[in-house]
């Protein structure tokens, strides 16, 4: 069983920064591919990041590329996403995701274990 943690959502400016972390449990966490994934009001769960279980592999979606970061330190059992030149259409709750396969992975049902979210609002 991992339980997760997201942290680090809050409101900032079209243009700004952020970065979440989402704290796993578990000593296992070094076997799990993570991910990121977000939810706009109205609208599906999307995509967003993966990373796999050493930090070697990583793959974003392409609204995101080039403009966040997913990252990894299994010392601490986190994951992170580095988020710059926000945009108001990044306005979504951000789950992190781990998945027992340990790969990359970019659908929902690849996923076993979900954290509860953390809202970021970018205004424009």
């Known amino acids: 069983q991992v339980q997760l943690v997201e942290s680090g959502g809050g409101l900032v400016q079209a243009g700004g920064s952020l970065r979440l972390s989402c704290a796993a449990s578990g000593r296992t966490f070094s076997n799990y591919g993570m991910g990121w994934f977000r939810q706009a009001p109205g609208k599906e769960r999307e995509f967003v990041a993966t990373?796999?279980?050493?930090?070697?592999?990583?793959y974003y979606a392409d609204s995101v590329k080039g403009r966040f970061t997913i990252s990894r330190d299994n010392a601490k059992n986190t994951v992170y996403l580095q988020m710059n030149s926000l945009k108001p259409e990044d306005t979504a709750v951000y789950y992190c995701?781990?998945?027992?396969?340990?790969?990359?992975?970019?659908?929902?049902?690849?996923?076993?274990?979900w954290g509860q979210g953390t809202q970021v609002t970018v205004s424009s």
């Open positions: 995701a781990a998945d027992r396969k340990g790969s990359i992975a970019t659908k929902l049902n690849e996923y076993d274990y």
């Open positions: 990373i796999n279980w050493s930090g070697g592999r990583t």
